[in-house]
């Protein structure tokens, strides 16, 4: 059986995500990088409360997913896939060497840029648990809001404008669903970005985007993208697009994936895995005290799944 590495979103970033890296050899380049791409220092800009503002979220995430990934990559063995959340996708890329991390950080600073200017001022995301989709997608038609990502056959994401997304949020819990507030201020993956997606496609053109050495899972569809083209229709098409991360997990799975390792920072994607597919040995780097113990489980895990 096969390892699989997750590449976080939005929300997991917090004061201490690069605690486990920024002392770490190997990390360093990966984080110099970050530094000249934000112009500050990353471990001070992570402690900032504006780590939840998109131009400096989507760089410090990927930043985040990168060190972790350069702190372990020596001590683990390849994986056979890699599968990414929203932002986390485009980090996944690098990790599967379709972008060095220079590449990746400066292409995370210009897609949130253009999902600012893309985005209306005053619009963000919700988490809907409870309902099903075909149900969700009604109330959504009827309030002007849009399914951003499909965690599960309960489980959504959806964006709009805030006023939208305020009555929708009425409609649903009057119909039993929980409702939460995400710290994300644009309707990311919804047609309110559709103009970002051609400018993002050009940037990821002009980059030194090539053929990713391992496969990583769409977000859109869930199928491996294997070739520079589908590198950037994905990681452009999926800022307006639904990601179906359900599917996502479902296609890791079936292509042998039974050790799943989320990269820092955050536990979300690594608890979703758990809940859908107990069977598998699901942890976070996070719930370890450092990289050694997440090296180490991971090789375990792997040996007791054979």
Known sequence: ?????????????HAAM?????????????????????????????????RFDNALAQPLLCAATLAHWQGLR????????????????LAAHAVADSLDARACLQLAARRAQLMDAASPADSGLLAV?????????????????HIAIANGADHFVVGGTHASLHTLAAAARAQGAEVRVLPVHVAAHTPLLAAA????????????????ALPVLAGIDARPVRDRAAVIHTL??????????????????????????????????????????????????????????????????LDRQQ
Request: glycine content about 8%; some cysteine.
């Open 1 to 13: 059986m096969s390892l699989a590495l997750l590449c976080p979103g939005q929300g997991a970033q």
């Open 18 to 50: 690069f605690d486990r890296v920024r002392d770490l050899p190997a990390a360093g380049a990966v984080l110099d990088a970050a530094q000249a791409v934000l112009g500050c220092d990353v471990v001070a800009a992570a402690a900032d409360e504006a």
């Open 74 to 89: 020596a001590a683990l063995p390849a994986p056979v896939l890699v599968a990414g959340y929203s932002i986390g996708e």
């Open 129 to 145: 648990l409870g309902l099903q989709r075909q149900t969700l997608q009604a109330l959504c038609d009827a309030h002007a809001v």
């Open 197 to 212: 997606v051609a400018p993002f496609a050009a940037a990821l053109e002009a980059a030194s985007v090539r053929a990713p």
């Open 236 to 301: 452009s098409a999926q800022l307006a697009q639904t990601i179906e991360w359900a599917q996502v997990m479902r296609q890791a799975f079936e292509r042998g994936a039974r050790v799943f390792l989320q990269l820092g920072p955050g536990t979300a994607l690594a608890r979703m895995v758990a809940a859908s597919y107990p069977c598998c040995q699901v942890r976070a780097v996070e719930e370890f005290q450092g990289l050694d113990g997440a090296a180490a489980w991971v090789r375990n895990a």
